[in-house]
């Protein structure tokens, strides 16, 4: 009995004491390679070593020749060993940010088991014995430990402080390339720094004092965090300011739906009410930035990202028009009568946010298509609305978008006629109203 017992545990307990540290030691490599965005090759070595392994050590428990097998096992081990040091030569600071990580973990680790083994030994005879009073004391006590536990081993970020008070994280940002790049603009690149954060680089006539400026003022403002604002400002080496970190957020572009059956590609199971539900959702975004007195300016599809009718994004928000101009913009999305003005000559209004907003509700609810004929510049400053009452226009529709407009309510029409005909300014509360209605309504068919 006791030779049988020997025989299971003793494999099991060499496998456990291999296992337990090569998996720290993977854990550590793999994560360490993903984050340098070697995803494909992250994935083929994990299942490589691991197929190794596996078929290595099981083998050496029933094989007669050992030899060969041990040699295996010892390549496919070392092997991590080859790939971490190579890793750890290619980037210094990210081990730096994995070490961090650990030492986060085991705060976070260490700090809950203290204050289990505390509470069982302090607390819970003290409350037995109806000494409240005297168990809280040392609960607050302990929290008081416990918070200074974790500004011990917090990480340490440089930090500004503006003229208010607002203390604002400043981070050094070395060797862009090093990174994936996911987008290329005018004014800036995007790269993907991790699996949660990514960062934004000017171009040099674009970082500018006063990009900076409204920079900071985004991070102070109370948005939602369905806004994507900066989380640090970028410094170089030598403490240039060159651009911002902000948080990495999932969805679709909303002009990805604005394409032919972009919608039916990407949400295969939305309805009308959904397109009611995801219009409704963006314009509660910009309302929460139209309360902090803020003006959005660039409003276009590419800057709204779509996870779910529920949970929509809004991103490049360093173009809001702060103290200053825009400066960007797309002419579908610009009022007829400021079509062919630069952007950084004039500032905007809320009226002017509300007819692109207008513009891109309309453009939910009709799968893309445009109140007039073209998105061609001349065709915009006309304004011709195709889809006026008893007009001669209507002929121009396509009876797909004819059916569209028509199952509207006539609330919602009058709205859309009123912006893009009469060119007269309604205010986006009447536009959200109108919406709800139509949503309860078609709730009840």
Do not use: C
Not at 26 to 47: D, G
Not at 361 to 374: M, T
């Amino acid at each position: 009995m006791a030779t049988d017992f020997y025989n299971f545990i003793h494999p099991l307990h060499a496998f456990l004491s291999i296992l337990i540290p090569f998996g720290f030691l993977n854990y550590i490599t793999y994560k360490l390679a993903w984050e340098l965005h070697y995803r494909e090759f992250t994935w083929l070595l994990f299942a490589s070593t691991l197929a190794l392994n596996l078929f290595s050590f099981f083998m050496m428990q029933v094989a007669d020749t050992v030899y060969p097998l041990q040699v295996l096992f010892l390549f496919s081990y070392y092997s991590t060993y080859i790939f971490l040091v190579m890793l750890l030569l290619k980037s210094v600071e990210k081990i730096v940010g994995l070490f961090m990580d650990v030492v986060l973990f085991l705060r976070d680790g260490i700090g809950s088991i203290l204050f289990g083994i505390y509470s069982f030994l302090i607390l819970k005879p003290l409350r037995a014995f109806n000494l409240n009073f005297i168990a809280k004391f040392f609960e607050y006590v302990f929290m008081g430990l416990k918070f200074m536990f974790k500004l011990l081993f917090a990480p340490s970020a440089q930090s500004t402080t503006s003229a208010t008070q607002t203390t604002f994280r400043v981070k050094t940002f070395k060797n862009p390339n090093q990174y994936a790049s996911i987008a290329r603009g005018g004014e800036a690149h995007i790269y993907a720094v991790s699996r949660k954060s990514l960062v934004k680089i000017y171009k040099a006539n674009y970082a500018t004092s006063e990009k900076l400026e409204t920079l900071k003022s985004l991070m102070g403002s109370n948005f939602s965090k369905n806004i994507v604002t900066p989380s640090a400002i970028l410094n170089d080496e030598d403490e240039n300011f060159i651009g911002y970190e902000m948080p990495k957020v999932k969805g679709v572009e909303l002009g990805i739906l604005f394409l032919p059956n972009g919608v039916m590609k990407n949400f295969p199971k939305y309805t009308l009410i959904d397109l009611v539900s995801l219009s409704l959702k963006i314009l509660e975004l910009f309302n929460i930035v139209h309360k902090e007195s803020v003006i959005v300016g660039d409003i276009n599809p590419r800057n709204i990202l779509v996870e779910s009718k529920d949970q929509v994004f809004l991103i490049d928000t360093d173009s809001f028009q702060i103290n200053r101009p825009s400066g960007v913009g797309q002419a579908i999305y610009t009022h007829p009568k400021n079509i062919g003005k630069k952007y950084s000559s004039y500032m905007r209004t809320i009226s002017d946010d509300t007819y692109a907003l207008t513009m891109i509700v309309f453009q939910i609810l009709h799968y893309g298509a445009l109140p007039y004929g073209s998105s061609d510049v001349d065709e915009l400053k006309r304004g011709v609305y195709l889809y006026s009452p008893n007009s001669v226009n209507n002929t121009n529709v396509h009876p797909d978008l004819a059916s569209s407009h028509h199952r509207l309510s006539a609330e919602l029409k009058n709205y859309f006629y009123t912006q893009f005909d009469q060119k007269k300014y309604l205010p986006l509360k009447i536009l959200q109203q109108s919406l709800e209605s139509y949503k309860k309504t078609l709730l009840k068919k």
